[in-house]
T-cell receptor, first 116, second 112 residues
Framework: DTEVTQTPKHLVMGMTNKKSLKCEQH?????MYWYKQKAKKPPELMFV???????INESVPSRFSPECPNSSLLNLHLHALQPEDSALYLC???????????????FGPGTRLTVL | GEDVEQSLFLSVREGDSSVINCTYT??????LYWYKQEPGAGLQLLTY???NMDMKQDQRLTVLLNKKDKHLSLRIADTQTGDSAIYFC????????????WGLGTSLAVNP
């Protein structure tokens, strides 16, 4: 299984709602990532988990709260979002290699989020 | 994407070769990657090259790296309509292979 799955595919939420995005992989990868991607732009890294511990937080606002309950699952909890947070949210996973080595990230199809 | 630059658009005819170019600024780059993103989909790694190589070929794809000029290119031979997508160049730097530095992407349109 070389797939990263994400649910839901689409999500529409109001600014006062609380929702969660889910990501799952069964490739045995121990690094998992959240990215935000605006239309026609490159992905922007948000968070990286390594061995289920948060290793990179790219100064993301606290209305985004990541969680890695086990080595296969990654969640992104959303609360009090703004319309400018509307974007495609991509999850990725990879092996954990020494930092100078090749590291392929496998991406999921994304969740298209619209904040009204 | 300010450290990695790409031209934004490329249009080719089906059957022709496509060449997508990328320049980067950091001499500590270890690996350079080409990712493909089809409309409404996630990103897929197409190919990559280690920074001490100058060429890599993989079926219809040829990657050329000029380390002196910090210039990377992706050539797609016999371009097909299914190659229409956005192509992102990305680099990883020494000491941090988990954070990729991305170009803005080149939108490739293949005309029949």
């Amino acid at each position: 299984d070389t797939e990263v799955t994400q649910t839901p595919k689409h999500l529409v939420m109001g600014m006062t709602n609380k929702k969660s995005l889910k990501c799952e992989q069964h490739m045995g990868h121990r690094a998992m990532y959240w990215y935000k991607q605006k239309a026609k732009k490159p992905p922007e890294l948000m968070f990286v988990y390594s061995y289920e511990k948060l290793s990179i937080n790219e100064s993301v606002p606290s209305r985004f709260s990541p969680e890695c309950p086990n080595s296969s699952l990654l969640n992104l909890h959303l609360h009090a979002l703004q319309p400018e947070d509307s974007a495609l949210y991509l999850c990725a996973s990879s092996q954990v290699f020494r930092l100078a080595m090749f590291n392929e990230q496998f991406f999921g199809p994304g969740t298209r989020l619209t904040v009204l | 994407g300010e450290d990695v630059e790409q031209s934004l658009f490329l249009s080719v005819r089906e059957g022709d070769s496509s060449v997508i170019n990328c320049t980067y600024t950091d001499s500590s780059s270890t690996y350079l990657y080409w990712y493909k993103q089809e409309p409404g989909a996630g990103l897929q790694l197409l190919t990559y090259i280690f920074s001490n190589m100058d060429m890599k070929q993989d079926q219809r794809l040829t990657v050329l790296l000029n380390k002196k000029d910090k210039h990377l290119s992706l050539r797609i031979a016999d371009t097909q309509t299914g190659d229409s997508a956005i192509y992102f160049c990305a680099e990883s730097r020494a000491g941090n292979n988990r954070k990729l530095i991305w170009g803005l992407g080149t939108s490739l349109a293949v005309n029949p």
